[in-house]
């Protein structure tokens, strides 16, 4: 059984992501997929689904929406925004029942970038190489290739299972004041001293050209070496920081391309990338270098974040059993016979 989301307005970036594709980087296809994988996943860890079930993600913009043909549970995760259903505001990083007929409308959000909408059962898309996310620059997966717009509408797969109820979670840190840690190469050995300094050293801003191919960052230049700014085109990953001839670093995110011919004089880690994308123009960013060590420590921390979503699941206005168990009460404790003295 199926039913339609109906998607009534929207504005900024509206793509339908997943998990991304695999397996097609040496054809020149970079993975796409959601730009903060972790919020991707509380949204379809509140309504039952895998972690890289395909999701809406709106990108410094809105939309309003309309279950159409039967009804829905649907969740948001993200950056804070208003989400309203009828008008009535609502809290986000819950579940919500929509019935047939119902709009659910969701404000541009009040910092940070993406949002996502997750539906229970899953937005039901053709798969093209593994995957239904939008490549935008490649014109496939999402809407035929291109973004949403006013008037078009998804298919989602009606859930057979338990439905999963009034819940929330809480929303995922993203730590806005700490730096974005980076591990130096592959060609640091391409810049002066002085301009590794200014990469670690600088505050830079997010860039108005930062989009999911690239953040580009404003800053002091920093300075390459004598054998200047042009290598043999290699290949990149999701963190690769090019620094080309005008020395004002951009960061490769989840659409880059995956060769370029400009010296990498850093690579974002992993964990980090979901918060370097939250940051949106104008905001600030700082690096700091960490060895291999710090980097997987990291990783992993970031992948039992993911594996743990599930538990922290909590009814949504009820009281949570485990936790109120789990919770040091008794240090509150007072002895009411000395204190009444």
Request: aromatic share 4%.
């Amino acid at each position: 059984m199926t039913g339609r989301l109906a998607i009534r307005r929207c504005s900024g970036a509206l793509s339908l992501q997943d998990g991304g594709r695999t397996g097609y980087q040496r054809y020149g296809l970079s993975g796409s997929g959601a730009m903060d994988p972790l919020a991707m996943a509380a949204a379809n860890a509140l309504v039952g689904n895998p972690p890289g079930a395909a999701a809406l993600e709106l990108g410094l913009g809105g939309g309003r929406f309309v279950v159409e043909a039967g009804s829905a549970w649907l969740a948001t995760a993200g950056a804070p925004c208003t989400v309203r259903i009828d008008g009535v505001p609502i809290a986000g990083h819950r579940t919500v029942s929509l019935p047939d007929g119902a709009e659910l409308a969701i404000d541009p959000p009040r910092e940070g970038t993406f949002v996502y909408l997750a539906v229970a059962g899953g937005f039901r898309a053709e798969p093209l190489l593994g995957s239904v996310s939008l490549h935008l620059r490649a014109g496939i997966g999402g809407a035929g290739g291109r973004l949403f717009q006013a008037g078009d509408g998804l298919d989602f797969v009606v859930s057979e299972g338990p439905a999963p109820g009034d819940r929330t979670i809480d929303a995922v840190a993203l730590d806005r004041d700490a730096p974005i840690r980076v591990m130096l190469g592959p060609q640091a050995d391409r810049f002066a001293k002085a301009g590794i300094d200014t990469l670690l050293g600088a505050t830079f801003t997010v860039s108005h050209r930062a989009d999911r191919m690239g953040y580009q960052l404003e800053g002091p230049a920093i300075a390459h070496g004598e054998a200047g700014y042009n290598i043999v085109s290699d290949a990149t990953v999701a963190g690769s920081i090019q620094v080309p001839g005008h020395g004002r670093p951009i960061v490769l995110m989840a659409d880059r391309q995956t060769t370029g011919g400009y010296p990498k004089i850093a690579t974002v880690v992993s964990a980090d990338l979901r918060r370097l994308a939250q940051r949106r123009p104008g905001e600030a960013v700082r690096f700091e270098a960490v060895d291999l060590a710090r980097a997987r420590e990291a990783a992993l921390r970031r992948a039992h974040d993911l594996a743990d979503l599930p538990t922290r699941l909590r009814p949504l206005g009820g009281i949570d059993v485990e936790r109120l168990l789990g919770a040091n009460l008794a240090g509150q404790a007072v002895d009411a016979l000395r204190d009444s003295t």
